[in-house]
Structure formats: C-alpha cells, structure tokens
C-alpha cells in the first residue's frame, strides 16, 4: 500500500492525509484469484431480525453473551445466527427444535499496514496509520442429509489520524468490519471506532456511524473535536475520515484534520 504526500490548507491550519490506494481490489492485492458470484441468503442485521435474533439467543441461553451480533441469515429452513467475537465466529442453528453451536475461525488471506507521522514546525506534529485485511469466512450448514457450506469475505479496514502534544496524542481511530456477499452486497457493518485524548484535553465530541448495509457498498464515517482545558487562547483540533468497502472488496479511506485557536473555555471557546 502507498499514500500520497501530506497536503496543508489555509487557516485554520488544516492537514490532508490521503491513502492513494483508493479503491483498489483486495483479491489484485494479495495475488488471490477472484471468487465466482454465488447467491448467498441475505444476512438480516439486528434492525431488520431483531425479535428472531433475541429468540435464538433466548432458546440457546446465550443471555450476557460476550461479542457483536453479525446478523442471522436461512438456509434450507434452518436459522444461522453469526456473532463476531474478535479472532472467531460463533454460529448458533436453529432448526425450530434443535440448537446447536459452532466456532468459526475465518481464514487470512492477506493483510497490510502503513504509517506516517510529519512535523509541520508551528502547526504541530500529525500522524496516520492504517491498515487492511481480508479474510475468508466459510459457514457449514448441516442438514438431515447433507452438510453445505456457505462462503462470504470479511474486509476489515481501519486508519488512524492524530495530532500530537508534548509526546501525547488526541487520536481517531476509524474501522470498519465488512461482510461480504461477494459480486452482491455488503450484508453487515460492525463498526469498532474510538477516540484517546491527549493529557491537558477535553474530547468535545465523537460522533461515528455506518452507512450502506444491504447495498453493494458500506461505509463507517467518524468525526472528533478536542479542547484544551482552559480558558483564555484555547487550542482545539480536530479529525474526521472515513472508510469503506464494496461488494467486490475493494477498500478505500480519506481523513482530514483542523487545528486553531478560540477564545473561551475548553469546549465552549469559540470558534
């Protein structure tokens, strides 16, 4: 992966930070050949299922689980829950009168990062990192006759983008977490962002949020305002960036970030 050079606007001191493999297809990346479109059940997500979803959780007592609820998808009138839980899957099958329980471990296929951290002298130090990953997940469905197995991908893309004081970081961390219906849609989004702040900060706001599920391609926009914690010539900074994934694994990413000086206090100086 390579990015571009860093890109500083006008006053407000504002920083670019571009990632030039823009839209490029993982499967091209990692020198795997491309998968062949397969109709695959749609994966409902909480939203769409949710009474579904808390029943199967209900009958397999699976209250106070520890992980994110993927989403549940059927297949030969059997009810597949898919809960993320970091490096594997639970899948829990309901066939209306038995339950049972797997663990998944999805399959990497390839994986990258990169990072850079810059000084702009009195517009301070800012940095970015980010990363991809793909992996493959295969679901075994087993009937009273055969045992079938469905394939769909997982895109995780992430970036990270911060300014830096005194050696301390008011960083945006961004990922998303793609589930894949290869050539089809983008079934779920499990969005895993966060903030740290610097020592002398208030964090002002964090807003974070996906977009595009069930469509061909999905998105997770994040944005995030520091303060420093004081009155008088307050300096404040922010960061916003975005990533995302289609239904033929191609990633893509951008952020940008602002710094100033307001007048007031903390989170309430103005601008």
Not at 100 to 125: A, C, F, Q
Not at 127 to 137: C, D, E, M, P, V
Not at 145 to 157: A, E, M, Q
């Amino acid at each position: 992966m390579v990015f571009e050079n860093l890109k500083c606007g006008s006053s407000p001191t504002q920083v670019e930070i571009v990632d030039a493999q823009n839209q490029r297809n993982l499967f091209d990346m990692f020198g795997i050949e491309e998968p062949e479109k397969v109709d695959l059940p749609d994966i409902r997500t909480y939203d769409e299922a949710g009474d579904t979803i808390n029943q199967i959780i209900d009958v397999a007592g699976l209250k106070g689980f520890e992980g994110q609820i993927i989403g549940i998808l059927e297949y030969a009138n059997i009810k597949i829950l898919l809960i993320d839980q970091g490096d594997t899957v639970l899948e829990v099958t309901w066939d209306g009168s038995t339950i049972s329980t797997y663990i998944l471990m999805p399959e990497l296929l390839g994986s990258k990062e990169y990072s850079i951290r810059v000084n702009h002298g009195e517009k301070g130090i800012i940095g970015h990192k980010g990363g991809i990953a793909l992996h493959k997940l295969e679901v075994p469905i087993s009937s009273s006759s055969d045992t079938d197995v469905l394939t769909y991908y997982i895109v995780t893309v992430w970036r990270e983008d911060w300014w830096e004081f005194l050696g301390d970081k008011n960083l945006l961390h961004t990922e998303g977490e793609f589930y894949v219906d290869y050539g089809n849609e983008v079934e779920n989004i499990l969005d895993h962002s966060y903030t740290e702040t610097a020592l002398g900060f208030d964090r002002c706001t964090f807003d974070h949020s996906t977009t595009g599920a069930g469509t061909i391609v999905g998105e997770v926009d994040t944005y995030a305002l520091w303060a420093l914690d004081s009155c008088g010539a307050v300096t404040k900074c922010d960061q916003d960036a975005w990533v995302s994934c289609d239904c033929w694994c191609n990633a893509d990413g951008d952020g940008h970030g602002d710094k100033w000086i307001a007048i007031g206090c903390g989170c309430y100086a103005y601008p």
